[in-house]
């Protein structure tokens, strides 16, 4: 009697693996996007909490900002690389840049007493 496999169960191992890939495949995808987004949101979270200490370091020099409804000021991203508030070395996810190489800004708008904060990359 010999042993082995007959072409029939081959095919049906074959067509069981097929199937599981194509289930799989699409999870996997679409994990991988979530949390790509996920990384850049928080990579913009960590700016934009970077600028607003940056603000609240130097309240004298934002005052006009903090108390004037509708104003605008824009704080560039070297800005908070060179006094320390985010390290030159963060990368945004969906580009792979560096912090450095897409000198960025946010931008800070006062709403009704709310500070908003906007970052724009460039």
């Known amino acids: 009697m ?3 496999f ?6 049906a191992i074959l067509t069981l693996l097929g199937v ?3 289930v799989s495949v699409p999870s996997i995808i679409s994990t991988n996007k979530t949390s790509q987004d996920n990384n850049y949101k928080q990579y913009i979270a960590n700016i934009q ?5 940056y ?14 409804n509708g104003t605008k000021e824009t704080i560039t991203t070297k800005t908070l690389i060179s006094g320390g508030y985010i390290q030159s070395s963060l990368k945004n996810p969906k580009t792979n840049k ?7 800004s946010v931008t800070v708008t006062n709403q009704n007493g709310t500070l908003i904060y906007e970052y724009n990359a460039s």
Request: glycine share 6%.
């Open 55 to 68: 603000i609240e370091t130097h309240a004298d020099k934002y005052e006009t900002l903090k108390k004037n």
């Open 2 to 4: 010999k042993k082995g």
């Open 49 to 53: 909490n970077a600028t607003e200490i």
């Open 98 to 104: 560096t912090i450095n190489e897409e000198a960025g």
């Open 6 to 11: 007959t072409l029939i169960e081959l095919l």
């Open 20 to 22: 599981i890939v194509l």
